[in-house]
Nanobody
Framework: VQLQASGGGLVQAGGSLRLSCTAS????????IGWYRQAPGNQRELVGL???????NYADSVKGRFTISRENAKNTVYLQMNSLKPEDSSVYYC?????????????WGQGTQVTVSS
């Protein structure tokens, strides 16, 4: 499975961006699909994810500002980011996990840069 992330860019504080993650495989049965981010010198952290039954989980730092949604027909998950802050600047990675006979298997996209200017 390949994940193609897009939608990053440069935006002013308070602005919005929408990231997209399109999978080469069917996402309907994915355990979860979500977004992580990693800034230089920091560990990769969860931003938010959506499960196969539509439950969402967000980092406290983005709750109320970011929203994850999925469009199964397009095998695509979106991350709508509003009220962006400079501290949201990071490389954002799409992640998808499936259950296999040998256990959970994770796939990662290539990352897309988000830069929020103050």
């Amino acid at each position: 499975v390949q994940l193609q992330a897009s939608g990053g860019g440069l935006v002013q504080a308070g602005g919005s961006l929408r990231l997209s993650c399109t999978a080469s495989g069917n996402i309907v049965n994915a355990l979860s699909i979500g977004w992580y981010r990693q800034a230089p010198g920091n560990q990769r952290e969860l931003v938010g994810l959506i499960t196969s039954v539509g439950r969402t989980n967000y980092a406290d730092s983005v709750k109320g500002r970011f929203t994850i949604s999925r469009e199964n027909a397009k095998n695509t998950v979106y991350l709508q980011m509003n009220s962006l802050k400079p501290e949201d600047s990071s490389v954002y990675y799409c992640n998808a996990a499936w259950s296999t006979l040998t256990g959970r298997k994770d796939y990662w996209g290539q990352g897309t840069q988000v830069t929020v200017s103050s």
